[in-house]
Structure formats: structure tokens, C-alpha cells
């Protein structure tokens, strides 16, 4: 793609010794080296949010907080919250905001394997929904509002409900059981 040196996204970081040695530990980030500095006119540079180039969290020019804004009015919602590494950190980070260490959340068994980590890093202890068979179409369907429902009589300690569909598109509609 880039035949020439300068256009090289990647280069051998400088030998150096002390507290200049390891980028990160720099309190000086203008003299920071790496890749995304050296990239020069890259596109990425321009056009991603972790290089600086779209917006940032500090919502200097309020873009994330606008398509937020945006979402959040699409879907209904109060708030919207983009995150970067796909659903996998939201759902991380949703788990201990909803129960804590030896607390009880409610999770459909066919989670995907983010839900799984989120609850052991946060120590939540899940009690298992069971998904529903669909013989017709020969897949599993998430747990639907009702099975929920009889979930949180059997455990009226569960502190919430984590509905989350890995396959998209079967989930059933959560307003509707969100009440």
C-alpha cells in the first residue's frame, strides 16, 4: 500500500534510557514518539477518536456527545454511551453498575462470552435464564419478558437483568418488559 519510508505507519521506537524510556510515563506528551505521531497525513489520524482527530471524551467539539445525543432520541433512550472493543467493555462495565460482588443479576444462559467475564472480573453471581428452543427454525431464542419474569420471583434478591442477544436480531422487545 505505502512504498516509501515516510509513509510507514510503524518504526523502531528510539533506544533510550530513564524515565524517558517508556512513552507512557512521559509527563511531557508533546515530546511523545510512537506510531500514531510519526504517521504524518495518515487517515487515522484525522478520523478516529483514539488518535484525536474526531472528538474525544473532554467533548471539545461536542461531536460524540451530538451523535450520542442523536442515538438516544432514535431509540428512545434517556442516554446513549459509545464505546470502542464492540459491546464487549458497555457490557462490562453495565454488570457492576447493576449488582455488586456475591449479588444476584438474572442472564439469559446463551450470554456471549463478554457476559461471562463481566461476571466473574466483577464477582457477580449469575442465576442462569434458559434461552427458548425454536424447532422450526432450529436455533435458541433469548429468554422472552415472562421467563424473565418468573426468574426474578424465584429470586426476588437479583439485583437486575442483564437481556442481551449474541446472535442480533431475536431479542425480544425490552420497553415492553422493562416495566
Given at each position: 500500500m505505502w512504498t516509501t519510508p515516510e509513509h510507514r505507519l510503524w518504526k523502531p521506537w528510539p533506544t533510550t534510557t530513564g524515565e524517558d524510556s517508556c512513552p507512557s510515563r512521559r509527563r511531557d506528551t508533546s515530546r511523545r514518539e510512537g506510531p500514531i505521531p510519526r504517521c504524518g497525513k495518515c487517515w487515522a489520524t484525522r478520523s478516529s477518536r483514539e488518535t484525536g482527530g474526531l472528538d474525544d471524551r473532554l467533548t471539545r467539539g461536542r461531536v460524540l456527545e451530538r451523535?450520542?445525543?442523536?442515538?438516544?432520541?432514535?431509540?428512545?433512550?434517556?442516554?446513549?454511551?459509545?464505546?470502542?472493543?464492540?459491546s464487549s467493555l458497555s457490557v462490562k462495565a453495565a454488570m457492576p453498575a447493576v449488582a455488586g460482588p456475591?449479588?444476584?443479576?438474572?442472564?439469559?444462559?446463551?450470554?456471549?462470552?463478554?457476559?461471562?467475564?463481566?461476571?466473574?472480573l466483577s464477582g457477580i453471581e449469575p442465576v442462569w435464564v434458559e434461552p427458548r428452543w425454536d424447532a422450526e427454525?432450529?436455533?435458541?431464542?433469548?429468554?422472552?419478558?415472562?421467563?424473565?419474569?418468573?426468574?426474578?420471583?424465584?429470586?426476588?434478591?437479583?439485583?437486575?437483568?442483564?437481556?442481551?442477544?449474541?446472535?442480533?436480531?431475536?431479542?425480544?422487545?425490552?420497553?415492553?418488559?422493562?416495566?
Open positions: 451523535a450520542e445525543e442523536l442515538m438516544a432520541d432514535a431509540v428512545h433512550a434517556d442516554h446513549t454511551f459509545f464505546t470502542t472493543c464492540g456475591h449479588e444476584k443479576l438474572l442472564v439469559g444462559r446463551d450470554a456471549h462470552k463478554s457476559v461471562v467475564s463481566g461476571l466473574i427454525r432450529h436455533l435458541a431464542h433469548p429468554p422472552s419478558a415472562a421467563e424473565y419474569e418468573q426468574a426474578f420471583e424465584a429470586h426476588p434478591d437479583a439485583k437486575g437483568a442483564l437481556a442481551a442477544d449474541a446472535k442480533l436480531g431475536t431479542l425480544w422487545v425490552v420497553n415492553a418488559s422493562a416495566e
